[in-house]
Antibody
Framework: QVQLVQSGAEVKKPGASVKVSCKAS????????IQWVRQAPGQGLEWMGW????????KYAEKFQARVTMSRDKTTSTAYMELSSLRSDDTAVYYC????????????WGQGTTVSVSS | SYELTQPPSVSVSPGQTATITCSGV??????VCWYQQKPGQSPLLVIY???ERPSGIPERFSGSNAGNTATLTITGTQAMDEADYYC?????????FGTGTKVTVL
């Protein structure tokens, strides 16, 4: 079946970086985009950006432009989101989600990865 | 930055209609999606391209988009529909989520 499986929970110190993986299966990975969305505790959803799984082109939210890098490995059907210079307010659940090339809707979501940032 | 405003909460009796609005200055210029999220779960796409339902989403979920407001309507609301709902739209390939609405089925 179509699914996205994310890497496990992370605990980081302020100033460190985190890299979350999202492994796709059950569909043609290059044919879709991967979106990244985060949710701080008790808060709403926040869009971080997308990556074209075929070309590797990415679009980031302005808020994260200087700190985020999205990448993919077509050989393993895996997308990655790396966030640097972590702060306590980066503590959140990070989700990856599949979207069409027309950005028509995120129809398959990963289970989420909890990233905790604390000194 | 582009903002999408939703009412914080909506209460509805079982079997009645729940209406959730999403307001933004560019709503009429972009397609809108709606996501349902239950506690401890990943979001679920319930409406895409303003009015379309993904496979497996019940017919009681419908959407519209006109002027500066998109609307998600749940007709004949069931207890299982109690959740947070988020609208989502695009502004020059930049995504934005609405502030979210908690639907309570009383």
């Amino acid at each position: 079946q179509v699914q996205l499986v994310q890497s496990g929970a992370e605990v980081k110190k302020p100033g460190a970086s985190v890299k979350v993986s999202c492994k796709a299966s059950g569909y043609s990975f290059p044919g879709y985009y991967i979106q990244w969305v985060r949710q701080a505790p008790g808060q709403g959803l926040e869009w971080m950006g997308w990556i074209n799984s075929n070309s590797g082109a990415a679009k980031y939210a302005e808020k994260f432009q200087a700190r985020v890098t999205m990448s993919r490995d077509k050989t393993t059907s895996t997308a990655y989101m790396e966030l640097s210079s972590l702060r306590s307010d980066d503590t959140a659940v990070y989700y990856c989600a599949r979207d069409t090339v027309a950005l028509s809707g995120m129809d398959v979501w990963g289970q989420g990865t909890t990233v905790s940032v604390s000194s | 930055s582009y903002e999408l405003t939703q009412p914080p909460s909506v209460s509805v009796s079982p079997g009645q209609t729940a209406t959730i609005t999403c307001s933004g200055v560019k709503m009429g210029e972009t397609f809108v999606c709606w996501y349902q999220q239950k506690p401890g779960q990943s979001p679920l796409l319930v409406i895409y391209q303003d009015t379309e339902r993904p496979s497996g989403i019940p017919e009681r979920f419908s959407g519209s988009n006109a002027g500066n407001t998109a609307t998600l309507t749940i007709t004949g609301t069931q207890a299982m529909d109690e959740a947070d709902y988020y609208c989502q739209a695009w502004d020059s390939n930049t995504g934005v989520f609405g502030t979210g609405t908690k639907v309570t089925v009383l």
